[in-house]
């Protein structure tokens, strides 16, 4: 794979240098590979930048939000509201704690969940509401506490793509009653894979450490009070998530760029419009997307200039695994719009202003021929 995509300009990679290299060798020194030290020097760097009372590291993304689900109390027998358009491991968490995720439509402004089409959704089943932190904007938290005060709903917020981005002034997860982090390759910065759950909630806290560590409060007892399960992070995972918390003012302000630049020489473009942000929140811009008219043809005439880019999500009420979960009643117009004709565009670090320039030139040429 790596291989076809050499000379490729990427729609996404990593920023990863010596740094990483010698925050791995202070671990690999220190022998001590286990969650310890440099774990808690990652949570303490996430807690600065987003300021939430509980941080607390995972194997990854998944882990965080399951743990944080069942922290909720969340299992067999409740409903989880969750964003149709999201990638699938939003709905995955909430089957692993044996609940059923139903699936919402999005607005399409900002393809994050819409809690007017939720309203019909609201069963005595349901117990809580995912709303996810899609492409690097937020949700509209207010709508969303508002729906979840009306209905008596706890809220998980699935920010795996959000490290960093604001609503209202405030890091996102921090509204809601706990949030999750995702820091896999492709992410605003990654460790390979890793998780963190925030939240301001200290008894969600104990909750989701004793759900990582085996149900124990502390390493080094075999007398368990809690059934938990192991979702620890390695210290070799947090030393890479140390060294990308140092970059990431820079990669943020980079994206930020790319973004600017992809906005302002694409404006004319009438049949490809970028998404809209709503102006409550500082987005981190992961990815620079766009509705684009006749998608599979730019996508086909892009690849073969050697652009590559990225569809969003299958819609999750599309996924055959769900097949059988799916309610036939509903139907999800904006979230298969935008699955047809959603892309986003090389994002990376690592994109030159020569690179962005081509892909912006290439654009203009496939609508003006
Ligand atoms: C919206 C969303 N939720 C959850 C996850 C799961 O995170 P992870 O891959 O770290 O398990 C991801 C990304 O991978 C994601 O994009």
Redesign the pocket.
């Known amino acids: 794979m790596k291989e076809n995509l050499i000379g490729m300009i990427l729609q996404i990679e990593p920023w990863i240098d010596d740094s990483e290299l010698q925050a791995v060798k202070r671990v690999i020194d220190s022998t001590y590979l286990t969650e310890n030290q440099m774990t808690s020097e990652f949570e303490q760097g996430v807690q600065k930048i987003t300021g939430a009372k509980n941080v607390i590291a995972t194997s990854?993304?998944?882990t965080a939000?399951y743990c944080g689900l069942k922290a909720l109390n969340i299992g067999y027998g409740d409903e989880v509201i969750v964003p149709n358009l999201?990638?699938v491991?939003?709905s995955n968490a909430v089957i692993m704690t044996g609940a059923k995720p139903v699936f919402c439509e999005i607005k399409a402004d900002t393809l994050c969940i819409d809690t007017i089409a939720a309203e019909k959704l609201v069963t005595e089943k349901t117990k809580a509401i995912m709303p996810?932190h899609?492409y690097g904007q937020s949700a509209d938290l207010v709508a969303i506490l508002e729906f979840a005060t009306k209905y008596n709903l706890k809220v998980i917020e699935?920010a795996?793509?959000a490290i960093g981005v604001k609503f209202k002034g405030e890091h996102v997860s921090l509204q809601g009653d706990v949030g999750a982090i995702?820091?896999?390759g492709n992410k605003t910065i990654t460790c390979g894979?890793?998780?963190i759950i925030l939240t301001e909630n200290d008894e969600i806290a104990l909750a989701c450490r004793r759900l990582k560590n085996h149900g124990r409060d502390r390493r080094g007892t075999f007398v368990h009070e809690h059934i938990g399960f192991n979702f620890s992070i390695t210290e070799l995972q947090s030393a890479i998530g140390v060294a990308q918390l140092e970059k990431l003012p820079a990669i943020i302000q980079k994206k930020q760029e790319i973004y600017d630049v992809y906005r302002q020489e694409l404006a004319g473009i009438p049949q490809f419009q970028i998404l809209t942000i709503d102006e409550r929140c500082s987005p981190v811009h992961w990815f620079t997307s766009f509705y684009a008219e006749n998608r599979a043809d730019l996508e086909a005439y892009l690849l073969n200039s050697g652009i590559q880019t990225r569809r969003f999500f299958c819609p999750l009420h599309q996924q055959p695994c769900y097949r059988d979960m799916v309610d036939k009643s509903q139907s999800y117009p904006i979230s298969e719009n935008a699955y047809e004709t959603g892309i986003s565009l090389p994002s990376s670090y690592s994109l030159t202003t020569e690179q962005q320039e081509l892909v912006i030139a290439k654009i203009r040429d496939f609508y003006q021929n």
Do not use: R
């Open positions: 990854n993304g998944t939000l999201t990638f491991a939003s996810v899609l699935d795996a793509q995702s820091f896999y894979e890793g998780g």
